[in-house]
C-alpha cells in the first residue's frame, strides 16, 4: 500500500480517499486506533465534500466497525450515522452490515441493542457475510446472558453448542468472542472452573497469533484483543476467594505482550538510515513522514511464534528464595495483593479501587514540582504535601502488606493502573531493595543466570548542568570505564558502546512521547537516540542506568499493555532499568548515582544498590525516585 500510495493518490481526492481508507483498515486491524481513525474520518470529510454520501457512510462503518472494543459508545453513534446514509442511498445490504455494527457496539458498552441479533444475522448470511452474522450471533448470546433473567437460554453444558464450533480460520476476534461466551455460560451454570479454564484456552489462541509479530509496538498495540478475557479471568479469580487462581490470573493478566519470546532482528541499514536523518534537524513534514517509514519498517519483523508459560504458584514460592514477590491486583472494583515467599502465600484486601484515584491523579505532577527549584518555605510545603500523598499511598498498599513481607526484599507485580507510582519513596519500602518486574515470570526467568557487571560506560548528553561531573565521579568506581562526552556522544558510539559492556550509564536530558513510546529517547549531541535505537542493537547491557527525567514513564495502551524505554530495553535482552517516572533535579540524579556505581562495583545487585543509593525522602531536598525495573 505505502509504495503504491503517492502514483493512486495523485489521481485525485476521491481516489486519495480510496487509498486512506483502505490503509486505515489495515492499521486499525493491528490496534493503531488513533491513526487509523483520523485517516478514516479524514476519507469520510473527503467523501462527504464531493457529495458521496455512501462512499461517507462506507469509511464510517469501517471505523464504527473497529471503534467497537477500544471506544463502544462512540461505535455505536458512528454506525448510526453510517446507517442514515446508507438508508439515504438506498443501499439496503450496507444498512444491515451498520446495524450489525451498531448492535455489537451497543452490546459492548452495556446499552440496551434495540435490534434482534438473530434476526439481523440471518440476512447477513443471506449476503454471503457469515463472519460478521456469527459475531452477531455471539454477541446476542452474550447480551441475553448478561440481562437479569439469562433470557432463557439453558445453563447446562450443552449449552456451550447452541451455535456449534468455530472454524479455526475465522478471525481471531471472533474465536476469542466464543470462548468469552463459553466462559460466561459455564460461569452462570455455577461452573467457575470450567469458565477460567475456557478463558485460559482462548489466551492461549490469542498468545500464538500475537508472537507472529516481531515488533514490541505491534506486540502492545494488539494485546487488547486479549484485554477482555484477561480481565475476565482476573474476576473471576478475585471472586473465588482461590489464592492459586488469583496468582495465575494476576501473571496472565500482565503477561498479554511480555509472554511473547522476543527475537533479534537483523540489522537493518535503512532502518538505521532513516533514523539518523530524523535525529539530524528536518522539516515537520519530512519528520512526520520518516516517524511513519521507521513505524512501519520495524512492523516488518518476523515474531517468534514462541511463548512463555506463566511461572505457577508453587514454582514460584520453590524459586523465590529470599525474596518476597507482592502481585498487585486492581480488578472487580476492588484491590488485593497476593504475597509469596517461601514460607507461603498470603491474599490481602487492600480495599475499594476507588480510593486510588484521588491518590494517583495528582502524584506525577507532586513529583515533576518537588523537583523543581523551589525557595524555601515554597519548596518545604510542596515537599510536604507530596509527603502526605506518598504516606497515604502507602497506608493503602505497603503498610497492610508488611507483616507477610517482613525484612525481605522485595519484588513488585503492579496492575498497569499502578504504573506511576516512585515505589522506593513510599514507607515501608524505602531503604529496602525493590523490583518491579513486568511479571514473576519474567523476573524469574531474568534471574536464572548469573548478572554481568564486569564492565561499564558513561555517556553524559548535551545541556544538563551535572551530566560530565556526573559520568566522570560515576565512573571512578569501575576500572577501565570507557565515557563518551560533548562531541564524542554521539547515536553511533552509544550504540557501539550498549554493545560492548555490562553496564550502561546515561545521563542526558530525556523525553517521553505518549503518542508513540518508541519515540521517546535521549538527547545526544547529534540528536535523539529513540527506542527504536535500543530494538535495533545487536547486544545490550545487562544493567542500564537512565539518569533522565520521564524516560522511567510508559504510555498504557489498549489492552492495558505498558511501552515506553524501560519496556524497549527489557525487549531488547537488558536485565535491569533503573530510571525515573518523573523529573529528577540535576543534584539528586548526582548523588544517587555516584553512590550506586560504587554498590554495583562492590558486586550488589541493581536493586541492592539502589536502595543503598537513595537518600531519604524529606521536605528540604528535591525527592529521588528512582525505581529499578525487570
Same mark, same amino acid.
Given at each position: 500500500m505505502e509504495s503504491s500510495y503517492e502514483p493512486q493518490a495523485a489521481a485525485g481526492p476521491l481516489v486519495k480517499a480510496v487509498c486512506d481508507a483502505d490503509r486505515a483498515e489495515v492499521l486499525m486491524a493491528a490496534g493503531l486506533t488513533r491513526q487509523g481513525g483520523e485517516m478514516l474520518r479524514q476519507a469520510a470529510e473527503a467523501y462527504e465534500s464531493k457529495g458521496q454520501r455512501q462512499r461517507q457512510g462506507e469509511a464510517e462503518l469501517a471505523l464504527a466497525s473497529h471503534l467497537v472494543p477500544t471506544d463502544p459508545v462512540e461505535a455505536v453513534q458512528v454506525a448510526r450515522s453510517a446507517l442514515s446514509r446508507f438508508e439515504e442511498a438506498r443501499a439496503p445490504g450496507l444498512a444491515l452490515r451498520a446495524r450489525a455494527v451498531a448492535f455489537e457496539a451497543a452490546v459492548m458498552a452495556g446499552e440496551d441493542p434495540s435490534e434482534d441479533g438473530e434476526a439481523l444475522a440471518a440476512p447477513l448470511d443471506e449476503q454471503g457475510l457469515s463472519w460478521p452474522a456469527l459475531r452477531v450471533r455471539l454477541q446476542s448470546r452474550l447480551a441475553r446472558i448478561r440481562s437479569a433473567d439469562h433470557g432463557g437460554l439453558p445453563?447446562?453444558?450443552?449449552?456451550?453448542?447452541?451455535?456449534?464450533?468455530?472454524?479455526?480460520?475465522?478471525?481471531?476476534?471472533?474465536?476469542?468472542?466464543?470462548?468469552?461466551?463459553?466462559?460466561?455460560?459455564?460461569?452462570i451454570a455455577g461452573r467457575g472452573g470450567a469458565g477460567l479454564r475456557e478463558l485460559r484456552s482462548g489466551l492461549d489462541d490469542f498468545h500464538l497469533w500475537q508472537s507472529s509479530f516481531g515488533s514490541l509496538d505491534l506486540?502492545?498495540?494488539?494485546?487488547?484483543?486479549?484485554?477482555?478475557?484477561?480481565?475476565?479471568?482476573?474476576?473471576?479469580?478475585?471472586?473465588?476467594?482461590?489464592?492459586?487462581?488469583?496468582? @495465575?490470573?494476576? &501473571?496472565?493478566? #500482565?503477561?498479554? !505482550?511480555? /509472554? $511473547?519470546?522476543?527475537?533479534?532482528?537483523? %540489522? *537493518? +541499514?535503512?532502518?538505521?538510515?532513516?533514523?539518523?536523518?530524523?535525529?539530524?534537524?528536518?522539516?515537520?513534514?519530512?519528520?512526520? @513522514?520518516?516517524? &511513519?517509514?521507521? #513505524?512501519?519498517? !520495524?512492523? /516488518? $519483523?518476523?515474531?517468534?511464534?514462541?511463548? %512463555? *508459560? +506463566?511461572?505457577?504458584?508453587?514454582?514460584?514460592?520453590?524459586?523465590?528464595?529470599?525474596?518476597?514477590?507482592?502481585?498487585?491486583?486492581?480488578?472487580?472494583?476492588?484491590?488485593?495483593?497476593?504475597?509469596?515467599?517461601?514460607?507461603?502465600?498470603?491474599?490481602?484486601?487492600?480495599?475499594?479501587?476507588?480510593?486510588?484515584?484521588?491518590?494517583?491523579?495528582?502524584?506525577?505532577?507532586?513529583?515533576?514540582?518537588?523537583?523543581?527549584?523551589?525557595?524555601?518555605?515554597?519548596?518545604?510545603?510542596?515537599?510536604?504535601?507530596?509527603?502526605?500523598?506518598?504516606?497515604?499511598?502507602?497506608?493503602?498498599?505497603?503498610?497492610?502488606?508488611?507483616?507477610?513481607?517482613?525484612?525481605?526484599?522485595?519484588?513488585?507485580?503492579?496492575?498497569?493502573?499502578?504504573?506511576?507510582?516512585?515505589?522506593?519513596?513510599?514507607?515501608?519500602?524505602?531503604?529496602r531493595p525493590v523490583t518491579v518486574a513486568q511479571s514473576a515470570t519474567a523476573w524469574l526467568s531474568r534471574a536464572d543466570t548469573p548478572l554481568r557487571t564486569a564492565t561499564a560506560g558513561f555517556v553524559a548528553g548535551p545541556r544538563v548542568m551535572r551530566a560530565a561531573d556526573e559520568v566522570a565521579k560515576s565512573a571512578t568506581a569501575w576500572s577501565g570505564a570507557r565515557t563518551l562526552t560533548g562531541s564524542d556522544a554521539t547515536a553511533a558510539a552509544v550504540s557501539a558502546l550498549a554493545g560492548e559492556v555490562d553496564v550502561l550509564h546515561l545521563a542526558a536530558h530525556g523525553h517521553h512521547s505518549a503518542d508513540n513510546p518508541l519515540f521517546s529517547g535521549l538527547e545526544l549531541i547529534d540528536g535523539t537516540w529513540y527506542g527504536y535505537d535500543i530494538d535495533g542493537l545487536a547486544a545490550v547491557p545487562d544493567v542500564v542506568l537512565l539518569s533522565a527525567c520521564e524516560v522511567g514513564r510508559s504510555t498504557i495502551r489498549w489492552g492495558e499493555e505498558l511501552i515506553g524505554l524501560v519496556g524497549a530495553w527489557l525487549h531488547a535482552g537488558a536485565r535491569a532499568v533503573i530510571a525515573s517516572p518523573a523529573v529528577v533535579a540535576d543534584e539528586a540524579a548526582y548523588e544517587v548515582f555516584s553512590r550506586l556505581h560504587g554498590a554495583l562495583a562492590k558486586g550488589l545487585g541493581p536493586a541492592e544498590a539502589l536502595a543503598e543509593s537513595l537518600p531519604p525522602t524529606t521536605t528540604e531536598a528535591p525527592p529521588a525516585p528512582f525505581v529499578c525495573f525487570s
Open positions: 445453563t447446562r453444558p450443552a449449552s456451550t453448542r447452541v451455535i456449534g464450533p468455530v472454524p479455526r480460520e475465522a478471525p481471531i476476534d471472533i474465536r476469542l468472542l466464543e470462548r468469552e461466551l463459553r466462559a460466561e455460560l459455564a460461569v506486540q502492545t498495540n494488539v494485546a487488547g484483543h486479549g484485554r477482555i478475557l484477561a480481565k475476565r479471568g482476573l474476576e473471576l479469580a478475585v471472586q473465588s476467594g482461590k489464592t492459586d487462581a488469583l496468582f @495465575e490470573w494476576s &501473571e496472565r493478566s #500482565r503477561m498479554l !505482550a511480555s /509472554r $511473547v519470546q522476543p527475537v533479534r532482528a537483523p %540489522s *537493518d +541499514p535503512q532502518l538505521a538510515a532513516d533514523l539518523a536523518e530524523l535525529r539530524s534537524g528536518v522539516t515537520p513534514e519530512r519528520e512526520t @513522514e520518516l516517524r &511513519e517509514q521507521i #513505524r512501519q519498517r !520495524a512492523w /516488518r $519483523v518476523k515474531g517468534s511464534g514462541q511463548v %512463555s *508459560d +506463566p511461572v505457577s504458584l508453587l514454582d514460584l514460592q520453590d524459586r523465590i528464595g529470599k525474596h518476597a514477590l507482592v502481585a498487585y491486583v486492581v480488578a472487580a472494583g476492588c484491590i488485593v495483593a497476593v504475597v509469596v515467599t517461601d514460607k507461603g502465600t498470603t491474599r490481602v484486601d487492600l480495599g475499594d479501587r476507588a480510593a486510588l484515584g484521588s491518590l494517583l491523579g495528582g502524584l506525577l505532577p507532586d513529583l515533576d514540582v518537588a523537583a523543581s527549584d523551589l525557595p524555601g518555605p515554597l519548596g518545604a510545603a510542596v515537599r510536604g504535601d507530596l509527603a502526605a500523598r506518598l504516606q497515604q499511598l502507602s497506608d493503602l498498599l505497603v503498610t497492610p502488606v508488611l507483616e507477610q513481607v517482613g525484612d525481605r526484599p522485595v519484588v513488585l507485580t503492579p496492575s498497569a493502573i499502578l504504573a506511576t507510582v516512585p515505589w522506593t519513596l513510599l514507607p515501608g519500602f524505602t531503604g
